[in-house]
């Protein structure tokens, strides 16, 4: 089993329809969670960062964590077209020396107008 | 991705030819790391850094050497590039009290 495990997708939504993404994963040790999206042929940039359980929002954006499940996900509200994207999840153990990021593989989203 | 900037963008390479990828950061953060990516495989760690002059493997090394020579500076060498190692390759920096991690545009490589 992998630490991460993220569903490929693709996922293919209507503008304007609430997006949910979602990651699991096995060890209980992890802290911190991080959302990255990352357009074609660009690098990775991060979108929301969330420590330990709860939600965090950022506009149409919620990040939520649920570590008695050991599952985040990210919702994205009144999706547009620009949220066409591939997303991906990340977490790790600490912000330290041990912070080396674990990815899941990613979701692809298409977002038609 | 303002403060990473991998150097070349793009390359072509022969089956057996060596090559350096550059990473250059502006942000004086102590964490870098050189990830590849693949179609279906996600972001797999190849080296990182936890400072100047240190280095260590990460989840896929063979194949790879890196250097950190200077703190800003991250160098991925293939000694001899073969046709597994096609792939876009993204350096990533991360402060030592920080989570997050910033990445650059990434480099294109082929092995032909």
């Known amino acids: 089993q992998k630490e991460v495990e993220q569903d490929p997708g693709p996922l293919s939504v209507p503008e304007g329809a609430i997006v949910s993404l979602n990651c699991t994963y096995s060890?209980?040790?992890?802290?911190?969670f991080m959302w990255y999206r990352q357009y074609s042929r660009k690098g990775p940039e991060l979108l929301m960062y969330?420590?330990?359980?709860g939600n965090k929002e950022d506009g149409r954006f919620t990040a939520q964590v649920d570590k008695s499940s050991k599952y985040i996900s990210l919702f994205i509200r009144d999706s547009q077209p620009s949220d066409s994207a591939t997303y991906l999840c990340?977490?790790?153990?600490?912000?330290?020396?041990?912070?080396?990021?674990?990815f899941g593989k990613g979701t692809k989203l298409s977002v038609k107008p | 991705n303002a403060g990473v900037t991998q150097t070349p963008k793009f390359r072509v390479l022969k089956t057996g030819q060596s090559m350096t990828l550059l990473c250059a950061q502006d942000m004086n953060h102590e964490y870098m790391y050189w990830y590849r990516q693949d179609p279906g495989m996600g972001l797999r760690l190849i080296h990182y850094?936890?400072?100047?002059?240190?280095?260590a493997k990460g989840e896929v090394p063979d194949g790879y050497n890196v250097s950190r020579l200077k703190k800003q500076n991250f160098l991925l060498g293939l000694e001899s590039a073969a046709p597994s190692q096609t792939s876009v390759y993204f350096c990533?920096?991360?402060?030592?009290?920080?989570?997050?991690?910033?990445f650059g545009q990434g480099t294109r490589l082929t092995v032909v």
């Open positions: 060890n209980s040790a992890f802290q911190y």
């Open positions: 850094s936890v400072g100047e002059g240190t280095t």
């Open positions: 969330t420590y330990s359980s």
């Open positions: 990340a977490m790790s153990f600490d912000g330290g020396s041990q912070g080396n990021l674990i």
């Open positions: 990533a920096i991360k402060g030592n009290t920080r989570t997050e991690a910033f």
